[in-house]
């Protein structure tokens, strides 16, 4: 193993830069609780890869400002607006207003924080490179996934358990499981299951017997027919069940 793949587990493994990994926001505490919504991975678009390369810094981008994330057109961190809206009670076509009044996912900003299961950044949940797997040491997604799970997952408990969110928010139901571990659930719950506009089947996993309330939804910005990437209406059934579940 390389010094370069040891630095890079070695700072997965230290507790102290969990918020760094994260996209933006702030954790919370006890007597002042975020809402967290963690993601599988980072997204990486074409546009994304584009402005990474041209190494230049964009207005809010250090900040992780509402501005700039709007500005960047992420479906995934719109339709969390959308999602977080409705969950506080308000309209879903206030999302803007919200999400600027809120500030939502501003570094530094108290209220609410946005991360993921793994670090690795594509545009794309199967996808891995030879860029990943020299920078990890791992062959194959799945290694780094195993790996990531022994490295990561004790560390984002612990942080829960030292935070206590009032709500995590796990979007993509392929990786129940996982956000099942990092509260601490054994036992799988009760899928609550509707049917969208379109026809579609989809479904939300709620429970409370874990560190932290867990709500586990379909994707925010995935493709397939049974996410919410253009669902407006299954986003707003969504947050609304999650509200009954809570008792808001």
Known sequence: MTDEICAYWDEVSNPQVFPDWCDGGDPGSPERPSIWLFGIEPGNSRADQAHENSGKTLPGQESYSVDFQLARGWIFNRNAFKLLTVLK??????????????RIFENGQPGYLKGNLFLEQFSEVATWSEEAAARTGCATKEAYYTQMREARFSIMRAWIEKCRPKLIIGSGLGNRSDFLKVVGVNEMPERHNWV??????KGVYFTSAGVAPLAIIPHLSGQGPHVLRHDDEGIAYTANHIRTALGW
């Open 89 to 102: 009670g308000e309209p879903l076509e206030a999302h803007v207003d919200f999400a600027q009044r809120e």
């Open 196 to 201: 969208s506009a379109n026809g579609v089947s």
